[in-house]
């Protein structure tokens, strides 16, 4: 019977075992992926909590060039900093523990002027509330204005970090 088992099995191993050994190249790390959640309000930044951060000036200048993110106070809620992959999707939790605000991300490629194209995904309460298919390059952040949130607006920062998609 085992004489039997090892002819029968023996082969079908050898045909699977180079595809079970061969790497996925979907989970290839093609870049770093950085999300940044302010608040911007006009109201007092302490119903806030303690929890949150000042911004730097430089942040805070940027934000109040830009008219519809125009508050009077500004501050940073959390961070979250993810690989990209090939072909797979992935998730930033600007707010962790908790994910009360999540975005979800897959590469699309390298675009013609050398940034990084993506499929991006705002969730809010387990419900995706906006899509976009933007082209992000390293040190610019792509700005979006997000959803009203506890006396303020959100506004989410979503920066390329690093770059290795070739050509």
């Known amino acids: 019977m085992f004489r ?25 790390e093609v870049g770093i992926l950085r999300a940044t959640l302010y608040i911007g309000t006009d109201g007092d930044v ?9 911004l730097d000036a ?14 009077k106070h500004y501050r940073k809620l959390g961070t979250d900093k993810q690989p990209v ?9 600007p707010l962790k523990p908790a994910e009360e605000i999540l975005l979800s991300y897959e590469s699309r490629g390298r675009s013609d002027d050398g ?5 991006l995904e705002l969730w809010q309460h387990k419900r995706k509330v906006m899509k976009t298919d933007p082209v992000l390059k390293k040190g610019r952040p792509l700005l979006i204005l997000g959803p009203k ?8 920062a979503v920066e390329l970090v690093e770059n290795n ?3």
């Open 149 to 156: 949130w506890r006396d303020g607006t959100l506004i989410i």
């Open 115 to 119: 940034g990084m194209r993506l499929d």
């Open 85 to 93: 992959f090939r072909s797979y999707e992935n998730w930033l939790a």
């Open 46 to 54: 302490a119903k806030l909590g303690d929890k949150v951060t000042k």
């Open 58 to 71: 430089a942040t805070e200048k940027r934000l109040q060039s830009i008219e519809k993110m125009r508050f």
């Open 4 to 28: 039997f088992l090892t002819t029968l099995l023996f082969p079908t191993l050898l045909l699977t075992a180079p595809s079970a050994l061969a790497e996925d190249s979907g989970k290839e």
């Open 165 to 167: 998609l070739s050509k």
